[in-house]
């Protein structure tokens, strides 16, 4: 049984650095092609793509948050890591994890429930 | 970057209505598309991947179709749990990156 939780503070201040933690369970990160990805949605808005990480190591950073963003994994712990720097008001939104399970695959099939991540002095 | 406009914003219709939801990509993906159904405090849930399959678990009455540029999610009839939020998905080669839509929202009429 897949399953993906994510963790974190519910509160930061602005200027703050986000850590998140996504701890997972009934897949390996050391599997080839498997792959872990970080999916933000702002209240009432719409999905964005914040980045992802492979079983090789490789990351990918959306475009426009790439300077603020840095993903990591800890394969014998079965976490990824996601750390944002010079927090923001405007990137309050819940956070959440997803697994993508194959190189060739683009899709998501399994997230956690989110994390509501609140930016506020 | 690939944009995905998906229409309408809001579809407001009856249980056991038909439902189609477009989804328009700025180029070809081919058939590279997703689509996902969000109710309200939940995590998205795969529904559709290259355009037509249904993901696991996945009821027949959903439906994908498409490709290149124009996409189609369809609900052959309308249960009362199918009322949400859907998003369609794609990929980007270079910059390497995942593109949502910005979502259809299904309301009870």
């Known amino acids: 049984q897949v399953t993906l939780r994510e963790s974190g503070p519910a509160l930061v201040k602005p200027t703050q650095t986000l850590t998140l933690t996504c701890t997972f369970s009934g897949f390996s990160l050391s599997t080839s092609g498997m792959c872990v990805s970080w999916i933000r949605q702002p209240p009432g808005k719409a999905l964005e793509w914040l980045a992802l990480i492979d079983w090789d190591d490789d990351k990918y950073y959306s475009t426009s948050l790439k300077t603020r963003l840095t993903i990591s994994k800890d394969t014998s712990k079965n976490q990824v890591v996601l750390t944002m720097t010079n927090m923001d008001p405007v990137d309050t939104a819940t956070y959440y994890c997803a697994r993508k399970y194959s190189s060739s695959a683009y899709y998501f099939d399994y997230w956690g429930q989110g994390t509501l991540v609140t930016v506020s002095s | ?109």
């Open chain 2, 1 to 109: 970057e690939i944009v995905l406009t998906q229409s309408p914003a809001t579809l407001s219709l009856s249980p056991g209505e038909r439902a189609t939801l477009s989804c328009r990509a700025s180029q070809s993906v081919s058939s590279y598309l997703a689509w996902y159904q969000q109710k309200p405090g939940q995590a998205p849930r795969l529904l559709i991947y290259d355009a037509s399959n249904r993901a696991t678990g996945i009821p027949a009455r959903f439906s994908g179709s498409g490709s290149g540029t124009d996409f189609t999610l369809t609900i052959s009839s309308l249960e009362p749990e199918d009322f949400a939020v859907y998003y369609c998905q794609q990929r980007s080669n270079w910059p390497r990156g995942y593109t949502f839509g910005q979502g259809t929202k299904l309301e009870i009429k």
